[in-house]
T-cell receptor, first 111, second 117 residues
């Protein structure tokens, strides 16, 4: 069974640009979570999608947004990039038993 | 107030010895779940072990066991017979019941474990 996949692995942008990150959950999982892990810090919850709907978001500004597609894959969009947006962005999908399985992450660098 | 506290920023352990990574949590809910994840330098978060608040037995998964002390609100991870490949960041996380927040996980700050040969 394939795990959670994320693309791209690395992304380099400049301040003010937009970034799009992609995530494909484990087959059969309908929930996708996005987390931000800034350098040296723990994970901060960003967004939760389930059945195509945004169910909850963490304490992040509106320039962080996303969507979930009918096949349950998801995109995270970050507009008007700022230097402090540089981080590892992790996507997770949730099993029936509530464990969250994570993808390898996208490392976003904002110059 | 932090919901998940990991007081050990870094730990050393000798190969083949056991090590305990501390985690305390704060919740007013009766139903919750506790998780441990391993994050190697590659960045991927690897699920290790889960303990439900109503589980009477401590969870075990191979060399990993969870020392769950509900009254003290602690959920320490014990790794037996440490291996060099255990060197990584370890995160404790909690899932609170489905409410407005959903089943999101709240993570602690992590502990960096270094296994010495």
């Amino acid at each position: 069974e394939a795990g959670v996949t994320q693309s791209p692995t690395h992304l380099i942008k400049t301040r003010g640009q937009q970034a799009t990150l992609r995530c494909s959950p484990i087959s059969g999982h309908t929930s996708v979570y996005w987390y931000q892990q800034a350098l040296g810090l723990g994970l901060q919850f960003l967004l939760w999608y389930d059945e195509g709907e945004e169910r909850n978001r963490g304490n992040f500004p509106p320039r962080f947004s996303g969507r979930q597609f009918p096949n349950y894959s998801s995109e995270l969009n970050v507009n008007a990039l700022e230097l402090e947006d540089s981080a590892l962005y992790l996507c997770a999908s949730k099993s029936l038993y509530n464990e969250q399985f994570f993808g390898p992450g996208t490392r976003l660098t904002v110059l | 107030a932090q919901k998940i506290t990991q007081t050990q920023p870094g730990m050393f352990v000798q190969e083949k010895e056991a090590v305990t990574l501390d985690c305390t949590y704060d919740t007013s809910d009766q139903s919750y779940g506790l998780f441990w994840y391993k994050q190697p330098s590659s960045g991927e978060m690897i699920f290790l072990i889960y303990q439900g608040s109503y589980d009477e037995q401590n969870a075990t998964e191979g060399r990993y066991s969870l020392n769950f002390q509900k009254a003290r609100k602690s959920a320490n991870l014990v790794i037996s017979a440490s291996q060099l490949g255990d060197s990584a960041m370890y995160f404790c996380a909690m899932r609170e019941p489905l409410n407005n927040a959903g089943n999101m996980l709240t993570f602690g700050g992590g502990t960096r474990l270094m296994v010495k040969p």
